[in-house]
């Protein structure tokens, strides 16, 4: 079965536009599947569009125009279906002080119509490791606490599709492995369609299975993680000497630099140069080599190619 947990047709978001404030354009026409049961990140820099994007799929920030499928159900004709399918960790702590953890997802529950019966409050408290802190009111939390909590918020009518805006931004490593825990067992274990966006790069590497990449209100790119990584093909190979170099590689193509360490960084394009070129480059300088490694593009390197300005 290939089904699309998300589909976007030229979706487009203008703020504001009023006699005070210039109109945003903040979605200029976006074109987007998500399928059902994979990690898919959202990645652009800041402005780029990513929690108004979101928002709207949430149902919390109402389209300018274009047309939003979730789970299958149009946003317009289908608004409580569409909205009981989606569940959304929102970028801002906008807890109600005066709710304890347990009253909060009680409240939460009620929100979204799950009868009494229905409702895992204690599950979800021990999933997010509130168990201890159930009876705690919310401004008494610290700041990963109450992160958590928005995640188990986000939980309670047992979404398909489970939104997460900068779920890690600004949380210590330690919550941020326990999110990801949470997140990676969601899809593995009940196939919960994941998106998120994540100002990390190397986190978006090693969690999602496919990317879009956005920037100024315009899908840039949208592939899979690995395509991505490949569209990128400078290379480096790093050699350690077995003794300080008395000459430096030379070769066209290559470019090198010699690291604080006493390795030597050899920078080619793929396309042009080839391994063995470079290694004969190294022989050639009268090198022998002790040990070698190669380093690979990155997502960064993808982003700043893509979001580069012209
Ligand atoms: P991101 O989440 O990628 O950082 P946002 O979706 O929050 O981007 O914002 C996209 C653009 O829309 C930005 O220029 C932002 O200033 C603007 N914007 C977001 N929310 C509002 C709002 N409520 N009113 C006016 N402009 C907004
Ligand atoms: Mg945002």
Avoid at 9 to 27: N, V
Avoid at 76 to 94: C, F, K, T, W, Y
Avoid at 218 to 247: C, E, F, H, Y
Wanted: proline share 5%; charged share 25%; aromatic share 4%.
């Amino acid at each position: 079965m290939t089904q699309n947990a998300i589909e976007i047709r030229d979706l487009q978001k203008t703020y504001g536009g009023g006699r005070k404030e210039p109109a945003k354009h903040a979605l200029k026409g976006i074109d987007l599947d998500i399928p059902a049961g994979s990690i898919f990140g959202l990645l652009g820099p800041n402005g780029a569009g990513k929690s108004t994007m979101i928002n709207i799929m949430a149902g919390l920030v109402t389209k300018s125009s274009g047309n939003v499928k979730i789970w299958g159900f149009d946003q317009d004709s289908n608004p409580r279906q569409s909205r009981a399918a989606i569940g959304v960790m929102p970028q801002e702590l906008n807890l109600d002080p005066f709710f304890t953890p347990r009253g909060a997802l009680e409240v939460q529950a009620g929100l979204y119509g799950v009868p009494k019966s229905q409702r895992y409050s204690d599950e979800i408290l021990e999933m997010v490791g509130l168990t201890d802190k159930a009876e705690a009111y919310a401004r008494t939390l610290s700041g990963g606490m109450r992160r958590r909590l928005l995640l188990g918020k986000a939980l309670v009518h047992r979404p398909q599709i489970l939104v997460l805006d900068e779920p890690t931004a600004g949380v210590d490593i330690e919550l941020r492995q326990m999110l990801w825990s949470n997140i990676r067992k969601l899809n593995n274990d009940h196939g919960t369609t994941i998106i998120l966006t994540t100002h990390y790069l190397e986190e978006a590497e090693e969690m999602c299975d496919e990317i879009a990449i956005i920037n100024q209100g315009t899908l840039v790119t949208r592939d899979s993680t690995a395509n991505l990584l490949g569209q990128i093909d400078a290379k480096t190979m790093v050699i350690d000497p077995a003794s300080p170099p008395t000459q430096l590689p030379q070769a066209q193509g290559i470019s090198v630099e010699r690291r604080s360490d006493g390795t030597l960084a050899l920078s080619y394009h793929a396309q042009e140069t080839s391994a063995e070129q470079v290694l004969e480059a190294v022989h050639a300088a009268g090198i022998l080599i002790r040990d070698v490694k190669t380093e690979q593009a990155d997502l960064e390197d993808v982003f700043l190619k893509l979001t580069a300005k012209p």
